[in-house]
């Protein structure tokens, strides 16, 4: 399933990924930078999700209390439960 989250406290804006149960597909980051967010795509593409957000929460860039890793781990745990939810 699709989905596509708004990041918040982060130079990128938004975050484009699909799940396959709960493995990681497709990962695409709309503003922020660049190749950082191609690499987090890359090393997140096949992945378990749960896995994905125990190693990504709460990470941080420079002053800010989060960051684009962080913005996609809320958004696996939110599409998570959308998931388990419908």
Same mark, same amino acid.
Request: with cysteine.
């Given at each position: 399933m @699709?989905? +596509?989250y708004?990041t @918040? ?8 990924f699909?799940l396959?149960g709960?493995?990681?597909?497709? $990962? $695409?980051? +709309?503003?922020g930078?660049?190749? /950082?967010l191609? #690499?987090?795509s890359?090393?997140t593409?096949?992945? /378990?999700?749960?896995r994905v957000i125990e190693?990504?929460?709460?990470? +941080?860039?420079?002053?800010?209390? +989060?960051s684009?890793a962080d ?7 939110? #599409?998570?439960?959308e998931?388990?939810? #419908?």
């Amino acid at each position: 399933m @699709k989905h +596509t989250y708004e990041t @918040k406290g982060t130079c990128s804006r938004l975050i484009e990924f699909e799940l396959d149960g709960n493995i990681i597909h497709n $990962v $695409v980051f +709309t503003g922020g930078c660049n190749g /950082n967010l191609k #690499a987090i795509s890359k090393l997140t593409e096949g992945q /378990n999700a749960e896995r994905v957000i125990e190693i990504l929460s709460g990470n +941080t860039c420079g002053p800010r209390p +989060t960051s684009c890793a962080d913005q996609l781990a809320n958004a696996l745990r939110i #599409a998570l439960e959308e998931e388990k939810g #419908a």
